[in-house]
């Protein structure tokens, strides 16, 4: 039994340039979420997918930042021309849905994204 | 306004007592949920307790506990016989079932700003 896999765990990049994360959820969970922590803070909303329709986008989700999950399994977050204010932490989580009593996400490690 | 506010930036704990950590939330919603997750410097959010808000009994997981106060509108964990692993940042969270909504959610949960607990030997 795997849980939420992310890749890549680390990335730097420089500014302006695109990057690309991806997340393989628990198979059968067909919700998917993307979050953004920063340091010391919460975990902040980014986007949600249910299936393969993406349902709701945060006001975060700026227009460099695009998210997909094109058959309903895996998901990428791609950022385009980064700024250093993208530096953070992308948190992926997954969950099954209708039928799951507590509704708790299931999180992946997360990938680090450092801009210089 | 903040959904979910935890006032205490970080606490300290000896080994083998117990600790609270405080959460309070903001929510018209009749039907919602609140959650506890732990996250160890490894950066993986792992899942504590949950407790519903029509539950009538305080849920408990081992040595978790939550003191859900529906009136005051707190959802406080409580964690008895401090391990040393248990040093992480915790974070208090809800999920909303908004009025109209058919009495589902999509699970999105809010995230309040985290406490760091560290436990001393």
């Known amino acids: 039994d795997t849980g939420v896999s992310q890749n890549p765990r680390h990335k730097i990049t420089k500014r302006g340039q695109n990057v690309t994360f991806r997340c393989d959820p628990i198979s059968e969970h067909n919700r998917l979420y993307w979050y953004r922590q920063t340091l010391g803070q919460g975990p902040e909303f980014l986007t949600y997918?249910?299936?393969?329709?993406?349902?709701?986008k945060s006001r975060l989700l700026s227009d460099r930042f695009s998210a997909e999950r094109p058959k309903g399994s895996f998901s990428t977050l791609e950022i385009q021309r980064t700024e250093q204010g993208d530096s953070a932490m992308y948190l992926c989580?997954?969950?099954?849905?209708?039928?799951?009593?507590?509704?708790?996400?299931?999180f992946g490690e997360g990938s680090r994204l450092t801009v210089l | 306004a903040q959904k979910i506010t935890q006032t205490q930036p970080g606490m300290f704990v000896q080994e083998k007592e117990a600790v609270t950590l405080d959460c309070t939330y903001d929510t018209s919603d009749p039907s919602y949920g609140l959650f506890w997750y732990k996250q160890p410097s490894s950066g993986e959010m792992i899942f504590l307790i949950y407790?519903?808000?029509?539950?009538?009994q305080n849920a408990t997981e081992g040595r978790y506990s939550l003191n859900f106060q529906k009136a005051r509108k707190s959802a406080n964990l409580v964690i008895s016989a401090s391990q040393l692993g248990d040093s992480a940042m915790y974070f208090c969270a809800m999920r909303e079932f908004p009025s109209g909504a058919g009495g589902t959610s999509y699970g999105k949960l809010t995230f309040g700003q985290g406490t760091i607990l560290t436990v001393h030997p």
């Open positions: 997918f249910q299936n393969e329709a993406q349902l709701e």
């Open positions: 407790q519903g808000s029509y539950d009538q």
């Open positions: 989580a997954s969950s099954p849905g209708t039928g799951h009593h507590t509704g708790e996400l299931f």
